[in-house]
T-cell receptor
């Protein structure tokens, strides 16, 4: 499968714990995006990378959230001191750097904070 | 700010009948608009995109959408629904700038297809 893959598919954690998600984009894609989707809503933009540089962060991304893409390939999204409001589906997408590029989405990581 | 409004949260049709999913957009200039579909436990998939080349856009699986500037609409249609079309559909507007393609999603329309 050469699509965007995310790991894990599901994560259950207790409030206050740290969690980390991983995204492996399509290999030749130099842009990588993170979105968050809560129940009954459309996905919301969190942040994006062009190669290893994080170029934009949403106001939704509080100080407890950090994302990295150290070698311009896979990316990690870490949430520290999780809160119940962090429960959501975290989606990763990748694309080529071109005008009106097409985003390819992974299946997401479903986070449940108890 | 650019945004989209999906007018129906749920639509139910019979198999073989037409599908209409409504979307209105708000934009201060000519937008890039998309429709994405999300099947359970699968990633979001692009159905079609409008980028000002033609007002009637054909997508995958028999779907098409028409951009109507006078009505600020971008409704998604399909002549004949199939059971496999049951999914959640998102109307999306793109905000380009800063080098990235930031997508703003609508709240989604859940399509149910009945026998």
């Amino acid at each position: 499968d050469t699509g965007v893959s995310q790991d894990p598919r599901h994560k259950i954690t207790k409030r206050g714990q740290n969690v980390t998600f991983r995204c492996d984009p399509i290999s030749e894609h130099n842009r990588l995006y993170w979105y968050r989707q809560t129940l009954g809503q459309g996905p919301e933009f969190l942040t994006y990378f062009q190669n290893e540089a994080q170029l934009e962060k949403s106001r939704l991304l509080s100080d407890r959230f950090s994302a990295e893409r150290p070698k311009g390939s896979f990316s990690t999204l870490e949430i520290q001191r999780t809160e119940q409001g962090d429960s959501a589906m975290y989606l990763c997408a990748s694309s080529l750097m071109e005008w009106n590029e097409k985003l390819f989405f992974g299946s997401g990581t479903q986070l449940s904070v108890l | 700010a650019q945004s989209v409004t999906q007018l129906d949260s749920h639509v139910s049709v019979s198999e073989g009948t037409p599908v209409l999913l409504r979307c209105n957009y708000s934009s201060s200039y000519s937008p890039s608009l998309f429709w994405y579909v999300q099947h359970p436990n699968k990633g979001l998939q692009l159905l079609l995109k409008y980028t000002s080349a033609a007002t009637l856009v054909k997508g995958i699986n028999g779907f098409e959408a028409e951009f109507k500037k006078s009505e600020t609409s971008f409704h998604l249609t399909k002549p004949s629904a199939h059971m496999s079309d049951a999914a959640e559909y998102f109307c999306v507007v793109s905000v380009s700038g800063g080098g990235g393609n930031k997508l703003t999603f609508g709240t989604g329309t859940q399509l149910k297809v009945e026998l």
